[in-house]
């Protein structure tokens, strides 16, 4: 079973501050998708990184996928009051019978930004 | 562009009784999935759907949940009878493409789920 360990579980930190989020795995991933979920809404997608050491930015957001694609960061440089919301991590797994792959989703780290 | 309708968005009822939730996909899209969203984890894939077949359901616990997509457009997720572990969020979401390649790129929209609370 391929798991995807995200850390911290809980991040609370003031305007203006940066910060980096974690994805990890003991598997490789042949890509890895980064959505962030605001509360009583579903998981929207931010990116999706393919090549191993890929680093994407999609504004005041870098994404990064290891060398290994074992693992992936996701770094908030001036974090707002409005990137409050939960951050999870996905990546492609087989299903138990070995005939699709599916979106494996991480428990993904709630970040709250303080005014 | 509309995005994926689901309803209800919350219902409560007690162990044992029966509860639906229906979804609308964004229109063309021929993929669609059930997630189970429980507090404090990410969300759990039950069924996923190409037009109006099933491609993915082994982890849709068939003793109690059933779905189906008819004519290909909208679903309908049912549980009967529900257990106080089905207490969850349950998510739609939709894809134009079925990527069942391991270089998973396919963007899926998901709707704002069905919140579930079973007393």
């Known amino acids: 079973t391929q798991l995807l360990e995200q850390s911290p579980q809980f991040l609370s930190i003031q305007e203006g501050e940066n910060l980096t989020v974690y994805c990890n795995s003991s598997?490789?991933?042949?890509?890895l998708q980064w959505y962030r979920q605001e509360p009583g809404e579903g998981p929207v997608l931010l990116v999706t990184?393919?090549?191993?050491?890929e680093v994407k930015k999609l504004k005041r957001l870098t994404f990064q996928f290891g060398d290994a694609r074992k693992d992936s960061s996701l770094h908030i440089t001036a974090a707002q009051p409005g990137d409050t919301g939960l951050y999870l991590c996905a990546g492609p797994a087989m299903n138990s019978g070995g005939s699709n792959y599916k979106l494996t989703f991480g428990k993904g780290t709630l970040l709250t930004v303080n005014p | 562009e509309a995005g994926v309708a689901q309803s209800p968005r919350y219902k409560i009822i007690e162990k044992r009784q029966s509860v639906a939730f229906w979804c609308n996909p964004i229109s063309g899209h021929a993929t669609l999935y059930w997630y189970q969203q429980i507090l404090g984890q990410g969300p759990k894939l039950l069924i996923q759907?190409?037009?109006?077949?099933?491609?993915?359901d082994s982890q849709l616990p068939k003793d109690r949940f059933s779905a189906e997509r008819l004519k290909g457009v909208d679903s309908t997720l049912k549980i009967q009878p529900a257990k106080l572990e089905d207490s969850a969020v349950y998510l739609c979401?939709?894809?134009?493409?079925?990527?069942?390649?391991?270089?998973?790129?396919?963007?899926?929209?998901f709707g704002p789920g069905t919140r579930l609370t079973v007393l």
């Open positions: 979401a939709s894809s134009m493409l079925i990527s069942r390649a391991s270089s998973f790129t396919d963007t899926q929209y």
């Open positions: 759907f190409q037009n109006n077949g099933v491609v993915d």
């Open positions: 598997s490789v991933f042949s890509s």
């Open positions: 990184v393919v090549t191993g050491g």
